[in-house]
């Protein structure tokens, strides 16, 4: 079974800049879509970013050319660069491998902008 592990979250100024890593386990990363997506106060899970196994990437309205979503298939890391941070960017983060019917989140990494 494949394991995600995020880390790199943290407080971060208006303006400022974090990045995300999410360290899978096992090789399924290398044929997986894998996404960001932030949990808001509201417990509603939103999709961020997502990069495909070719390496496309799509990204919500909201962080569309603030946040760039990568991947390295040789290491099983997926990141999240995350510039020009807004306080309504604030949440937990979660990275999630899908491949056909496997469906992995990992244990999320809280994001924190104050206004």
């Known amino acids: 079974q494949v394991q995600l592990v995020e880390s790199g979250g943290g407080l971060a100024q208006v303006g400022g800049s974090l990045r995300l890593t999410c360290r899978a386990s096992g090789m399924l990363f290398n044929i997986a879509t894998m996404s960001w997506y932030r949990q808001g106060p509201r417990n509603q899970r939103e999709l961020v970013a997502k990069i495909s196994s070719q390496g496309v990437p799509t990204y919500a309205d909201s962080v569309q050319g603030r946040f760039t979503i990568s991947r390295d298939d040789a290491k099983f890391i997926l990141y999240l660069q995350m510039n020009g941070l807004k306080p309504e960017d604030g949440g937990t983060y979660f990275c999630?491998?899908?491949?056909?019917?496997?469906?992995?989140w990992g244990q999320g990494t809280q994001v924190t902008v104050p206004a």
């Open positions: 999630n491998l899908k491949r056909g019917s496997i469906d992995v």
